[in-house]
């Protein structure tokens, strides 16, 4: 006789949860919000002077577990240069289908240029459109965001020096461009020429 | 000899060296890492960057162990608590102004400061103030960019111009603080040698334009094979990155052969590689037009072609191998002329000099008899042009108290370290030879060592080897007879002419008739088949089957374009000047679309229905072996990674009367086929470098 009981018992857990509030969303029309440590698309930072924080030095791609970043670097032009000092990446491409989306890439860069951020809708009907090129991945001219670098950041103790990328005791950079663009803090003038120091001798131009 | 050693501990290791070695070798020695940034193993010591400090018992202050020599009973510490202090002050002094852009410095990840920083440094400077900064990225010379920032002023690299290749280029400029490297005013540092400055620069000052930001060191993969762009066959490296792009090649030491430098000819030769100019289809003509076609097309169209001509005589299809080609390469291609094509119309465009199965005492000097020769000659030679790493070894056995006698007919810039000099003219040899052998020079006891230029013989060689060989009986002294040696100008000439000799005295006596000249030869050349040179072809010449790797202006002209790959992708050996056979090994894939010589000669000879025995070239070089009497013995593994000479053969010829049968017929081939406006080398350096095709993914 009990188990006669049972059934209502269970049908009424059922009703119980008809006038529950749903834990589903009505993607895509609705979103939920992403935890901003969320590595999904990564993005290339720019400087707030236009310049890109990449400067080429492959670090990323020698991180990557999955082989699935490839650079070519090359020489700015000293003019009208692509990123501070004298190296910039001319390709940059990650193949999003090997991308394994941990991370180390974005640990490994030394200016802050690569990061991965909260999008990760990436679907497409042909392989080849996964490879995402540089210009794919760069933020658009006029922005400078730092990407979610800041939300992984360990906030420090208090006190302690935050500016420890320069190797001098004082934590200060001392405006050498080339040093800046190796420690991502080349956010300076765009006039790089003006920041070059010169020889003290002429050069012979072969 | 017990006598002559020295006895000290190095971090209480005994060791016992010979007197007058450095505290660093002898270190060394012991398997004991002392690191060094000034001190260069091949060139004096200077004891100006301090980092290999160490302490010695009894010695109020510590020393530097790379200009110290050791002493009987020394007691060495190298990492005690003093010397460790002293070592991380250093680098820290040597840091101060260090601009550490090491993610974009082409030294980063090999860097001798990196590395040695981690081990001996303290991690932290305490430098506050402002760096010094000096200018970045100074174009120095046609190869080299320099930066002063990076500079730790080791001065290895103007040591090197001044007492290694003895042609200065860089100085030191200004004093104390404001000391930097540079040129002279208005001069351009353009040393056909300045590329080693960049290999031996411990930290990221100098830098090579065209490995400038093409990769990082932890990318590349470095395959040991060697340089073919002359017949000195210096070891090499050469860096592929990411398995396709061959972007630098750096010494590979082998002090039997280039004592661990290179010239800029070699070590930047190899952009070509990367050329988009690349032949990647074969062509076939079709109506008047050369059109893509595929293997089987093109192989049986040239199969066909050769074939067509054949029966017009032995001379009727003439092959022409390139000196450039390797032993393997050329001994199948004599195979397929005298198995398949029944011709033995097989020519080289090479220079003339005795070979050494015919002229052992005319082959009998090796690079490293140079060294401790009393008096070195050379005859007609230009090393400086042909053959610069040799231009390197004279001028160090010069050093080492050696005398030079050149017979030249044009200025050389080893003409100021000559203690003598001989107008020579080449079509009056003997005359020169006879006051070479009468020059107060030649009048003594110890080694001579001549080198002579192949050119010399060009004109006559049957006179030219019967002067040398007087010159042999001339100079020789308490029944020591000269070390002499040719000088060819061609990578692969000496091993290519062996493999031809050798297939025409072998392979030739079975299957088709007796060696047959162009002279002889019936009905003329009526096809051409030409292996990885440029050639003159006539007029009339019916079918022109070419094998290379760019579209030259002879392939223009072929009937057949067969894309062939270049050195980077070929394996085989190589018998250098001085007959050492030294092995080539592939750095990368062939092209896709292209094919390695070898297996293109396998292919067409298949296609002629012929199925040679060997199919790669350790087969081919088994059947070299076994079949050339110079290389009766060698095989692959004894040449290992440093290669070795080929034994000559002790019997000396009966007489001058057995000259090669194919001394008149290599000469006809020279002047008729030597048409090349420049050798292949410059077009290598040349072509432009511009291949970089996206990951595939």
Redesign the interface.
Known sequence: MPRMFDTVKGLGITLSHIFRKADTISYPEQRRPHPPRTRGRHVLHRYENELERCIGCLLCSAACPANAIFIEAAENDSTNPTSPGERYAATYEIDMLRCIFCGLCEQACPTGAVTLEGETELVSFARSSMVYTKEMLLEPRGTATRGSILAWAAPAPAGADTDLHVPDSRGQFDGAWTTAAAVGKANLPVNPSAQRPTGRTEEPQP | MAENLVNLTIDGVPVSVPNGTLIWKAAQMAQIDIPIYCYHPKMKPLGACRICIVQVEGQPRLTTACTTPVAEGMAVHSRNAVASEARAAIMEFLLINH??????CDR?GECDLQDFAVAYGRG?????E??K??????????EIVLD??RCILCQRCVRFGEEYAQEPGLIM??RGV?M?I??F????Y?SIFSGNTVEMCPVGALTSKRY???A?P??LTATSTICPHCPVGCNIKADVRLGREVVRFRSRENDDVDDGFLCDRGRYGYTFINSLDRLTTPLLRKDGELLPATWDEALAAAAQGLANVAHHGAGAVQTIVAPTLTNEEAYLLGKLCRTVLGSGNITAPHGNFALAADYPELNSAAFNDLDGANLIILIGANPYQHQPVFDLRVKKALRGGAKLLLLRDETSDLDEFAAGTIELDVSNLDEALQAATRHPLAANDGRIVVWYDQRILFANPSAGIAVLRNLVGQLTRVGQPPLVGPLVHFSNEVGVREMLQATRLRLGQGGSQAWATRSQAGSGTQAIYIVGTEATVPEDCQFVVVQDSFLTDTAKRANVVLPAATFAEAAGTYTSTEGRVQRLRPAIQPLPGSRSHLDIIIALAATLNERFDSASYEQVFAEIAANVPLYNGLTLGKLGTKGMRRPLPSALPASLADLPADAAETLAGVARLWTRSSPPLSRALSSSCSC?P??P?
């Open positions: 601009p550490l852009d090491c993610p974009i980063g932290q400077s305490r430098f506050i402002d760096k900064h000096a200018a970045k990225a100074v174009d120095i010379g046609r002063r920032e400029i200004e404001k930097e540079g040129t005013p208005d001069q351009p353009d400038r930001f093409r990082r932890w990318e970089s996206a990951l993914t």
